[in-house]
């Protein structure tokens, strides 16, 4: 069985005329299709933090810095920077048979453009110190 999630978004240029519309698409659409939307999502909200973790982690011979936010249904978003300056959007969720599925897709020149400076500069010396840290949220957005 598939994972799916519901959109809702909004026809119309005026409100009393604007119908909503439900979009159907998998977990790997959302992520394919809204990454920009995603990566504003995971700003807003640690911008809002009163202190935000990013940190730093390594599977094999892979290294990497990573902020990530939580919703209430245990999915995870996150962005990543790898070695080289490598962005990417990782997506970690349960399934219908409660096992964790996860979708990692690299990021364009345009969607690291929505990661504040700031924060970019912070995931930067968190993976190259290879130590994390912990930081008031407001600073990330400069």
């Given at each position: 069985?598939?994972?799916l999630r519901l959109m809702a978004?909004?026809?119309g240029s005026d409100?009393?005329?604007a119908k909503l519309k439900i979009i159907q698409m998998t977990y790997e659409e959302l992520v394919r299709d809204h990454a920009g939307e995603m990566i504003e999502k995971l700003v807003t909200d640690v911008i809002s933090k009163e202190a935000v973790e990013i940190r730093f982690d390594f599977e094999d011979n892979e290294q990497w810095s990573v902020i990530c936010i939580f919703d209430e249904e245990d999915k995870e978003?996150?962005?990543r920077l790898y070695v080289n300056n490598q962005y990417a959007l990782y997506f970690g969720y349960y399934n219908d048979q409660d096992e964790f599925s996860e979708i990692t897709?690299?990021?364009?020149?345009?969607?690291?453009?929505i990661i504040p400076k700031a924060l970019q500069k912070l995931m930067t010396k968190v993976l190259t110190d290879e130590r994390g840290m912990r930081?008031?949220?407001h600073l990330?957005?400069?």
């Open positions: 069985m598939r994972d978004e909004i026809t409100l009393p005329s978003i996150s962005v897709q690299k990021l364009t020149t345009e969607e690291i453009k930081i008031p949220g990330l957005s400069k």
